[in-house]
């Protein structure tokens, strides 16, 4: 990082821009290489799904894969509020090594692009053409998917942004004749990055880090909505809500000590009221805070979110509507 040149915005902690238009990202840099994990036995590989945008993802598979039953099939979407973190982020790939080889499922993970180099909405754009290409010749073709896949048993997961990307993926197959050919079985939305302008629950106690919050949308988010824009706060005025959310199921699921937790309940609550016409679960994890699981993923919290993960992937849908405090 140059220590020399004059700041002009740092986003803490994510990145630090300069006055002459060059910016270092604080985290989220590192890279770890696919293959096969000698602890779990999962395998990985990366493919490039659009060359004209350089979208690439990482495809997972288990070492049950090899089994004649065909496995669900999960699309992650990373966090890191739109400006850091990669497929090949070695927190990440640990993290879906372990998610990976609890449930069971072939995951791909995606490789959106990311603010400042490509400002929003190019990441919504990137998962919705990841959607497309899901649903393509293509993707059936490709070997892992072809022979282990249950393209039938489709799942969208995501933490942090990407679960607040996957929650807007399922809002506009609704609309989309995209949605035709494509059939979500599920979301589930891990700390889900949702925000608001008017502070909510534990956001008013803490007028630090709400600010601090603030700052990661308006950063990325040109907008003279703020954090009511419709991409952060999905029940502001003008926003959609959850009427209409394409996908059999939700999990939610949320940090007793992340501030973003009340969004994310909030989001669940929504759920209920809207009548039950999508079934909602609910996990909250006490003594911890936003996407712990990905800095830790052999912590014991960790192994229990992701067997409520690949209990969710792998249920055959009876039952919903139910919530757990862990």
């Not at 609309?175 to 059939?183: C, H, Q, S």
Request: hydrophobic letters at 40%.
């Amino acid at each position: 990082m140059d220590s020399s040149k004059e700041v002009s915005v740092e986003i803490f902690p994510y990145i630090r821009v300069y006055r002459d238009g060059t910016f270092d990202r604080l985290a989220g840099f590192e890279i770890a290489p696919p293959g096969l994990d000698p602890k779990t036995r999962v395998e990985s590989k990366d493919v490039l799904i659009f060359p004209d945008t350089g979208i690439s993802a990482r495809i997972y598979r288990p070492s049950s894969a090899f089994a004649a039953k065909k496995l669900p099939l999960v699309i992650y979407f990373h966090g890191g509020a739109f400006i850091i973190a990669t497929i090949a982020d070695p927190k990440y790939h640990a993290s879906l090594n372990a998610l990976v080889a609890e449930s069971n499922a072939i995951v791909i993970s995606v490789d959106y692009r990311r603010v400042p180099e490509h400002p929003l909405p190019a990441a919504y754009d990137d998962s919705w053409a990841a959607l497309q290409w899901i649903a393509s010749e293509e993707a059936r073709c490709e070997p892992w998917l072809r022979d282990h896949a249950d393209f039938d048993r489709l799942f969208l997961v995501g933490d942090s942004g990407g679960a607040n990307m996957s929650h807007h993926l399922a809002m506009r197959l609704r609309d989309d004749i995209l949605g035709e050919r494509v059939k979500l079985s599920g979301i589930g939305m891990i700390q889900p990055y949702f925000w608001g302008e008017t502070p909510i629950g534990g956001e008013v106690a803490d007028p630090g880090r709400k600010a601090l919050v603030d700052s990661w949308w308006r950063f990325v988010c040109f907008s003279d909505k703020g954090c009511d824009d419709p991409l952060i706060n999905p029940f502001a005025d003008g926003s959609p809500g959850v009427d209409g959310l394409a996908c059999g199921k939700v999990l939610v699921i949320v940090s007793e000590k992340d501030i973003l937790r009340d969004r994310g309940r909030l989001y669940y609550e929504k759920l209920v009221e809207s009548g039950g016409a999508v079934p909602a679960e609910f996990m909250e994890i006490e003594g911890e805070d936003h996407v712990f699981h990905i800095f830790d993923p052999s912590c014991e919290k960790a192994k229990r979110l992701f067997k409520r993960l690949a209990s969710f992937v792998n249920s055959d849908g009876d039952d919903h509507n139910k919530e757990n405090a862990e």
